[in-house]
């Protein structure tokens, strides 16, 4: 499979607590997103770190990137109940891909 | 700005009929995905556009799997004859290059019976 890996496979916490999930891609990057999936729902697009970059943020989302160990990670601080969702990684690599994990599936309590 | 539009959102056939999705990517987007999603996994890509080529079907089960870009702007994906393991949600997504923010649209959930 072409696919990476998340880490863990599900999440639960209480509202107001930080969630942080993990990725491993196979192949190299141009760039590593992250999208979130509503139940039901298409994805939407969260954030795009580049390949030449470390450390990304946007609002109340990290993300960090270490290509030396076909790594990244996104952090939710101050987690809601909104957002309770799937998250997944996609590994954008130089061919012009789009290659997804599996997902992380967050449940945020209130 | 209309998002991606993707008809039907719901389909349910008989294992052997054929079946047909389309998809209405953002104007002006170059590329265009067709993704397939099992229940409880991330999306698998079947095939890949820039523009009306096929530049990835490498996943793309070409015996019974067709699609198409007309002009290089909406796609239709065809199943024929469908099989009871390709139920399952179908995502298009386009993006205006390969491998920059992608935009999905709702998906067409089909249940093979």
């Known amino acids: 499979s072409q696919q990476g890996e998340e880490d863990p496979q599900a999440l639960s916490i209480q509202e107001g607590e930080n969630a942080t999930m993990n990725c491993s891609y196979k192949t190299s990057i141009n760039n590593l997103q992250w999208y979130r999936q509503n139940s039901g729902r298409g994805l939407v697009h969260l954030i795009l770190i580049r390949s030449n970059e470390r450390e990304k943020h946007s609002g109340r989302l990290r993300v960090t990137l270490d290509t030396s160990k076909k790594s990244s990670s996104l952090l939710i601080t101050a987690s809601r109940a909104a957002d309770t969702a799937s998250y997944f990684c996609?590994?954008?690599?130089?061919?012009?891909?789009?290659?997804f994990g599996q997902g992380t599936e967050l449940s945020v309590k209130p | 700005e209309a998002g991606v539009v993707q008809s039907p959102r719901y389909k349910i056939i008989e294992k052997k009929q054929p079946v047909a999705f389309w998809c209405n990517p953002i104007?002006?987007?170059?590329?265009l995905y067709w993704y397939r999603q099992n229940l409880g996994q991330g999306p698998e890509l079947l095939i890949r556009?820039?523009?009306?080529?096929?530049?990835?079907d490498s996943q793309l089960p070409k015996d019974r799997f067709s699609a198409e870009r007309l002009k290089g702007v909406d796609s239709t994906l065809k199943i024929q004859p469908a099989e009871l393991g390709d139920s399952a949600v179908y995502l298009c997504a386009s993006s205006p290059f390969g491998n920059t923010e992608a935009f999905f649209g709702q998906g067409t959930r089909l249940t093979v019976v």
């Open positions: 556009y820039e523009n009306e080529e096929a530049v990835d």
């Open positions: 996609a590994n954008g690599n130089q061919g012009g891909k789009l290659i």
């Open positions: 104007s002006g987007h170059n590329t």
